[in-house]
């Protein structure tokens, strides 16, 4: 979404306060060291709840990479994940930015965004209109909910050495 101005929701890769922006290692592309520099940077409360998000065309660059296991699931449960990278699902989506874009690979746990609802559900359907002589029937349908991480900031570990949060993205 474009965030609050327009009304619609940032998302995760826009998620002020809490996203991590990972340093590409090279240009343009994704490799093995931005996945581990972006997996030290993951609440380690996250590891068993985090996966991976791509855009379709960065996965001709993951498929290079030695951690990652194709048409592989982890967990058993991931239904239409791509396989897994060090461990964690990988799934692609069109709704991520192309490779050499930042956010064209994301590593979130998913378990700590919430989606609140302002009011619930409200279908109405309608016989009437334009469509009432070819017996069709008009169905509205309107939830109004907005989705944001559950931590307000990154989180300082307590050995105060590095901060990490449960969203991490890869930045150009």
């Given at each position: 979404?474009?965030?609050a101005?327009s009304?619609?929701?940032?998302?995760?890769?826009?998620?002020?306060?809490t996203?991590?922006?990972q340093?590409?290692?090279?240009?343009g592309?994704?490799?093995?060291?931005?996945?581990?520099?972006?997996?030290?940077?993951?609440?380690?409360?996250?590891?068993n709840h985090?996966?991976w998000?791509?855009?379709?065309y960065?996965?001709?660059?993951?498929?290079?990479?030695?951690?990652y296991?194709p048409?592989?699931?982890?967990?058993?449960?991931?239904?239409?994940?791509a396989?897994?990278?060090?461990?964690?699902?990988?799934?692609v989506?069109?709704?991520?930015?192309?490779l050499?874009?930042?956010?064209?690979?994301?590593?979130?746990d998913?378990?700590?965004?919430v989606?609140?609802?302002?009011?619930?559900v409200?279908?109405?359907?309608?016989?009437?209109?334009p469509s009432f002589?070819?017996?069709q029937?008009?169905?509205?349908?309107?939830?109004?909910?907005?989705g944001?991480p559950?931590?307000?900031?990154?989180?300082?570990?307590?050995?105060?050495?590095?901060?990490?949060?449960?969203?991490?993205?890869?930045?150009t």
């Open positions: 979404g474009l965030g101005g009304q619609q929701p940032l998302g995760m890769l826009k998620a002020p306060n996203a991590i922006a340093s590409r290692a090279g240009s592309h994704i490799a093995v060291a931005d996945c581990t520099n972006m997996m030290k940077q993951l609440i380690p409360f996250s590891w985090a996966i998000m791509t855009s379709p960065s996965l001709a660059d993951i498929g290079k990479i030695a951690g296991v048409n592989e699931d982890p967990l058993g449960t991931e239904m239409g994940c396989g897994s990278l060090f461990s964690r699902p990988l799934f989506t069109e709704k991520l930015p192309a050499g874009t930042a956010g064209d690979l994301m590593l979130v998913p378990s700590l965004y989606i609140g609802n302002r009011m619930d409200e279908i109405t359907l309608s016989d009437q209109g002589t070819s017996n029937t008009w169905i509205k349908v309107w939830l109004r909910c907005d944001r559950l931590l307000d900031n990154k989180v300082t570990l307590q050995d105060a050495s590095s901060t990490v949060s449960s969203i991490i993205y890869l930045n």
